[in-house]
T-cell receptor
Framework: DTGVSQDPRHKITKRGQNVTFRCDPI?????LYWYRQTLGQGPEFLTY????????KSRLLSDRFSAERPKGSFSTLEIQRTEQGDSAMYLC????????????FGPGTRLTVL | AQTVTQSQPEMSVQEAETVTLSCTYD???????LFWYKQPPSRQMILVIR??????QNATENRFSVNFQKAAKSFSLKISDSQLGDTAMYFC????????????FGSGTQLTVLP
């Protein structure tokens, strides 16, 4: 079990550019979650997938954000036309899908928008 | 909407002593889980302990235990025999066992264990 991995770990970009992050969940986990964490705060839910289906999206996920999980394995989170307010840690978590359905987190991708 | 409140932004404890971190939550649901996660500096979020709301017995994991008071909607974490490696941000989190099962987190408590 290699745990949840995320790539890249850090991303610095200029305002207006597009960025894409990748998450590889624990192999047998069918649920995958994205959260955003700003400095000094707890993570906030963005969206989740069950297998390849994106089943819920938070109001935090504006039209500039899109997430995919094409084959029910890895997932990508893309932010288009980045803004300075998008600067945050983006966390991915996965779970098995059965009670208690504990979520296991990856190391996160820290995004800085200049 | 569910909310989780951690009223202690920072705490410190001497090595080998015991410390308790507080957490309260608000929900009208009955089927839910509560978690404590720890996030060491520049490292990933790690599960410390979880509690099923339907269980009356408080969960324990080695040096970590919880005091779950369902009526008061309180879920505190006790760390016994504190170690330097316990220094981290601790987040209390709540999950309704429904379709999405997303976690709702508190704002965290920064715990520093002093040598």
């Amino acid at each position: 079990d290699t745990g949840v991995s995320q790539d890249p770990r850090h991303k610095i970009t200029k305002r207006g550019q597009n960025v894409t992050f990748r998450c590889d969940p624990i192999s047998e986990h069918n649920r995958l979650y994205w959260y955003r964490q700003t400095l000094g705060q707890g993570p906030e839910f963005l969206t989740y997938f069950q297998n390849e289906a994106q089943l819920e999206k938070s109001r935090l996920l504006s039209d500039r954000f899109s997430a995919e999980r094409p084959k029910g394995s890895f997932s990508t989170l893309e932010i288009q036309r980045t803004e300075q307010g998008d600067s945050a840690m983006y966390l991915c978590a996965s779970s098995l899908g059965i009670a208690p359905d504990t979520q296991y987190f990856g190391p996160g991708t820290r995004l800085t928008v200049l | 909407a569910q909310t989780v409140t951690q009223s202690q932004p920072e705490m410190s404890v001497q090595e080998a002593e015991t410390v308790t971190l507080s957490c309260t939550y608000d929900t009208s649901e009955n089927n839910y889980y509560l978690f404590w996660y720890k996030q060491p500096p520049s490292r990933q979020m790690i599960l410390v302990i979880r509690q099923e709301a339907y269980k009356q017995q408080n969960a324990t994991e080695n040096r970590f235990s919880v005091n779950f008071q369902k009526a008061a909607k309180s879920f505190s974490l006790k760390i016994s025999d504190s170690q330097l490696g316990d220094t981290a941000m601790y987040f209390c989190a709540f999950m309704i066992y429904g379709s999405a099962r997303q976690l709702t987190f508190g704002s965290g408590t920064q715990l520093t264990v002093l040598p």
